[in-house]
């Protein structure tokens, strides 16, 4: 099993960045696919999932600005990000669960993937 998150990089604050997540090895349309960042000196926190239905959570600082979809076709998670903050510098991961109860538990995920980093300067 195998994720592959890109799409990192660095913006500017109120810029945009779509960071990838391409999965092999599993049945990608069977798996939630949840995105986690860690920043420098602080502990792992959840972003958003995506379920394998399609229904979609955030973690409040990202609703509004944050869009999780997914493209089973291509085996891809995708993440867009809009108006970024310079708080939300941090390496980006995603994940891959195939039941679970509470997406917001890091715990709960199978497989992840290497990270992507994401610095937003002011």
């Known amino acids: 099993v195998q994720l592959q998150a890109s799409g990192g990089g660095l913006v500017q604050a109120g810029g945009s960045l779509r960071l990838s997540c391409v999965a092999s090895?599993?049945?990608?349309?069977?798996?939630?696919m949840g995105w986690f960042r860690q920043a420098p000196g602080k502990e792992r926190e959840f972003v958003s999932a995506i379920s394998y239905r399609g229904n979609t959570y955030y973690e409040d600082f990202a609703k509004g600005r944050f869009t999780i979809s997914r493209d089973n076709a291509k085996n891809t998670a995708y993440l867009q990000m809009t108006v970024l903050k310079p708080e939300d510098t941090a390496v980006y991961y995603c994940?891959?669960?195939?039941?679970?109860?509470?997406?917001?538990?890091?715990?709960?995920?199978?497989?992840w993937g290497q990270g992507t980093l994401v610095t937003v300067s002011s």
């Open positions: 994940a891959a669960v195939q039941i679970t109860p509470d997406f917001w538990s890091a715990n709960e995920y199978n497989y």
């Open positions: 090895g599993i049945t990608f349309s069977s798996y939630a």
